[in-house]
């Protein structure tokens, strides 16, 4: 599911935390960038280790699944060498002599479509399960486990190696945190049921609105859908699970505002990523409100639609 959210709403929401980004464009022969990572906080032990990059243009997250198809052959190799020790990868692409081979673990790194350049916070995946399709192409099953910022370039090609420092997340579970987690739960609960009404009567596809999830206008069947996503079912205030999974389960929604998904997953603070959610739905929560109020003025007197615009 990927979240709409109001067209202007996203981006103010998180205006103030501008995601860290180098002048790196993917795939292009240069030298090493200079790198301008962003200044992460929390507390915890940090570690610093190499690990293989996949710049791409979306964000991937803690906590997230994460599903890729790999087709370029640099990475066919790189992700054959990642499985290594797998029944069914193509053995004569895994690089035995890799640090890398049989790790399943690697980077991954938004890369902003407009300009090319390559945010410093990733986060690290770990495969998960893998599909081999007959033309040569793997899906790769990916769940995310922690953020990390790059802090060096280590080599370009084939594929780009990175030095990453681990970011510790705050692992806040203080009542504050808490609360807003319940409360940011059920702002997307109200988004969700204003949403799923808004398709039931029809008007679910309203283009350049807010927070709808990704694709779901485009069908003409309604189809079945659970009363709520199983990660909020956990969510209610007499089971209460930890507020860092929350805020970036609602992250992950928010898809089709990558740089509102970057500016959260460089948010070191539990409760400053919940805030800055909170702001997003509210604004979603806000046009959805509007939006099913105006239908229901021009539907209670038996399907009448507004005037038509503009002079006689």
Known sequence: MALSAAS??????????????QRWRAGAPRRAP????????GGGARTVRELPIFPLGMVALPHATVPLM???????????????????IEEGLVQKDSPYAGTRVFGMC??????????????????QAHTFEA??????????????????????????????ETLPDDEDETPEAKAAATEVAE?????????????????????????????AGGSSEPEEEPEEPEELTE???????????????????????????????????????????AEVLGQTLKFYSAATALE???????GAQPPAGGPD
């Open 8 to 21: 202007g709403a996203a981006s103010n929401a998180c205006r103030r935390g501008q995601p860290a980004v």
């Open 34 to 41: 200079r790198l301008q990572p962003c200044a992460a906080g």
């Open 70 to 88: 790999i087709f370029e052959p640099r990475y066919r190799v790189l992700f054959n060498t990642l499985m290594d020790g797998a029944p069914d």
């Open 110 to 127: 938004y890369v902003d479509g407009s300009s090319g350049r390559m945010a410093t916070v990733g986060t690290a995946l770990e495969i």
């Open 135 to 164: 033309d040569g192409r793997i899906l790769v099953v990916n769940k995310g486990l922690e953020r990390f910022r790059v802090t060096k370039v280590v080599k370009e090609r084939p594929v780009l190696i990175c030095e990453v």
């Open 187 to 215: 702002m997307f609960r109200n988004v969700l049921r204003l949403y799923r009404k808004m398709r039931r009567s029809g008007r679910g596809g309203v283009s350049g609105g807010a927070g709808a999830p990704a694709g």
């Open 235 to 277: 969510f209610s205030p007499t089971q209460v699970h930890p507020p860092p999974q929350l805020s970036y389960w609602i992250a992950s929604v928010l898809g089709e505002h990558r740089g509102t998904q970057q500016a959260l997953l460089e948010e070191d603070s539990t409760r400053g990523r919940l805030a800055r959610e």
């Open 296 to 302: 229901s003025v021009f539907t209670s007197d038996g």
